[in-house]
Structure formats: C-alpha cells, structure tokens
C-alpha cells in the first residue's frame, strides 16, 4: 500500500483492534529504519469457492514491511495468520449434520508470493492455499500449494480512509472474483473426496472473495 489516504480521519463505528507488531520482519541489510514502516491488516469478510456458498466468518492478519531501500521501493513480507472457517455440513456436505458428520474447517494460508505495490485500485498479488482440517485427512491436506496456489489479485472498492491518525489506522475494502482454484492435494486418497465436496478445480470467475481491512502503521523507527 503506498497511496495517500484522505487528509481527515472518520471517527470509527466500533472500538479499534489491538494491532499486533511483533511479526513485522527484519529489514534487508542496510535500510534506513526511518524509510521504512510496518503494516498489520486486520481483515474480515467472505469466500466462495467452486461449489461451496460464501463462509462467514474469514479473519485474517497480514503483517509486511514498506520503504526504500537504494532509493527504490522495497518490501518484505512478514507473516499471514488465519481462523479456521467451518464448513458447513462438514466434508459430507449435508448442512445441519456438523455435529453427526466429519467436522471440517478451511484456514487460508501463505503461498510463498506477496507484491503489496498497488497500482491505481489494483492491491498488488497474493499468493495463498487453503488448509482443509479434519479428523479425517491428513495434515498435509490443502487446496492449492506454493507451486500451484491461488493468486489473489483483489480491487479495492471501497477507498481508503483514515479511521485514526493516533494510532494510524487506515480502513478500506477489496474484493477478487476472477482467481482460479486448484485441485486438493496432500490427502491421499481422500483428495478426490475433497474435489468431489467443494468442487474443485474451479474455474475464474467461479470464485470470489470479499474483505474489509483495517490497516495500523508504524514507523521501523517506533518499533
């Protein structure tokens, strides 16, 4: 993120979330701490993939480092943390029956790929998988993967706004309906189920993800 926001902050609706720091990542060898700044997104929102209806909630945090570095842009990405998402109807699919039927829950997950430089309402290009939980499946279960993953290519559609200048807190909106979603891998032979349950793969434009983000900034020289 490296627009401008409005020049007056928007009085929040609700109370500020507590921004978490301590995953803001090492600047490269030497940047000045006085060019750079960390950013914690805060973001809640929906996804739908193949044949799956939207999951509510997703929240994630999202934490990298901006500036300059030899006078050109630079960034290093710090950590992406996710809650698990309940699948409704659990890995059967039969809504109603989570408490009878196989629990399953979807956490997204880094990819191996983030460009936070936005051009225009273009955010830049986010690489992510999508973890499939279950008693039934492996760890290793996920939908997509650092070399086949889902490139998050979000717009932002609603504009940024100041919601606090002490502390800095930035709010916007992005969405992304046009990304493809790869085939479950890592669950053996139960990958196929799990194709089967969410429909995968899925084709762009049969996608979508939605997320209201609250940005808190600070100075390298402040942490």
């Known amino acids: ?3 401008q926001a409005a020049a007056e902050p928007s009085p929040p609706n609700d109370p500020l979330p507590a921004f978490d720091f301590t995953d803001c990542p090492a600047l490269p060898a030497g940047a000045d701490p006085a060019l750079w700044r960390c950013e ?4 809640t929102g929906t996804i739908r993939i193949g044949d799956l209806g939207e999951q509510h909630p997703i929240a994630l945090r999202l934490v990298f480092a901006e500036g300059q570095l030899d006078g050109k842009f630079a960034q290093v990405f710090g950590s992406l943390r996710a ?3 309940p699948v409704p109807g659990g890995l059967p699919g039969i809504p109603g029956t989570e408490e009878l039927n196989p629990r399953a829950d979807l956490r997204i997950e880094y990819a191996g790929f983030a460009d936070f430089l936005s051009v225009g309402d273009r955010m830049g290009e986010l690489h992510l998988k999508i973890r499939v939980i279950s008693a039934l499946l492996p760890d290793t279960c996920a939908i997509g993967g650092d070399e086949d993953p889902i490139r998050l290519k979000p717009i932002r559609t609603i504009d940024h706004e100041v919601i606090s200048t002490d502390p800095a807190v930035l709010g916007f909106t992005i969405e992304d ?11 053996g032979d139960l990958d196929r189920l799990v194709n089967r349950r969410f429909g995968l793969p899925s084709p762009s434009g049969a996608n979508a993800m939605t997320l209201t983000t609250l940005v808190g900034l600070r100075s390298y020289t402040q942490l």
């Open 1 to 3: 993120m490296t627009q």
């Open 40 to 43: 914690v997104l805060m973001s």
């Open 177 to 187: 309906s046009e990304f493809a979603v790869p085939e479950a891998r890592g669950g």
């Open 83 to 85: 809650e698990p998402s």
